[in-house]
């Protein structure tokens, strides 16, 4: 089945950088969501994207889907403490299944 | 703005005991699912339900395990025999159509002793 590498495992910035996560999958993507997740805490919807070259926008966070390198990326623009958490993508699993596949995650601390 | 709602938050339960695990999915959505954790490792999909009945289960998924929608506003997830691997966190989903994100609910930390 479908596995999705997150890069970094963690990063540390200080209040003010920018910042730039990545999901690379196995296998070809169809769907791609990223989600937020505060410790011990639910996953919050931030970002679905669906179509190659696809780039989405809120606030200060843009997504995008290269579906030629089966990657996307989640760039963060000057980031502040309340970006601080835990980022992870999912996808939708392979041949029309439901199901939500997930990287491990990338835990974002942002210092002050 | 509407929310998937999970109760309870943390559940204590002896080793064999059933538990049920309750959410309540947002108004007017269509499909619900449930999802664990095991802590430190990554989100993993149970199963998935559809038109009051399951359309997608995984390997973990197994007899131990059920789902139903009792009303129109409940879904459970029911662990008849806990063992001490099913210490996890618990999260329902649900979304309106197939296209559309899937969205969590704050969870339940199922803590088996």
């Known amino acids: 089945s479908q596995e999705l590498e997150q890069s970094p495992q963690s990063l540390i910035v200080q209040e003010g950088k920018n910042l730039t996560i990545n999901c690379t999958s196995s296998k070809t993507l169809y769907g791609l969501y990223w989600y937020k997740q505060k410790y011990g805490e639910g996953l919050i919807f931030l970002m679905m994207l669906q179509k190659g070259g696809e780039e989405k926008s809120h606030e200060k966070i843009t997504a995008k889907l290269d579906e030629k390198k089966q990657q996307s990326s989640l760039h963060i623009t000057a980031s502040q403490p309340s970006h601080a958490g835990i980022y992870l993508c999912?996808?939708?699993?392979?041949?029309?299944?439901?199901?939500?596949?997930f990287g491990k995650g990338m835990k974002l601390t942002v210092n002050p | 703005e509407p929310e998937v709602t999970q109760t309870p938050s943390h559940q204590v339960t002896q080793m064999g005991q059933e538990v049920i695990l309750r959410c309540v999915p947002i108004?007017?959505?269509?499909?619900f699912y449930w999802y664990r954790q095991i802590l430190g490792q990554k989100v993993e999909f149970l199963v998935s339900?559809?038109?009051?009945?399951?359309?997608?289960k995984s390997e973990i998924f197994d007899d131990q395990f059920s789902v139903e929608r009792p009303d129109g506003s409940n879904f459970t997830l029911k662990i008849r025999s806990t063992k001490l691997e099913d210490s996890a966190m618990y999260f329902c989903a649900s979304r309106g159509f197939r296209n559309q994100p899937q969205h969590f609910g704050d969870g339940t930390r199922l803590s088996i002793l």
């Open positions: 999912g996808a939708d699993d392979q041949g029309g299944s439901e199901k939500l596949v």
């Open positions: 108004s007017n959505h269509l499909y």
């Open positions: 339900f559809y038109n009051n009945e399951i359309s997608e």
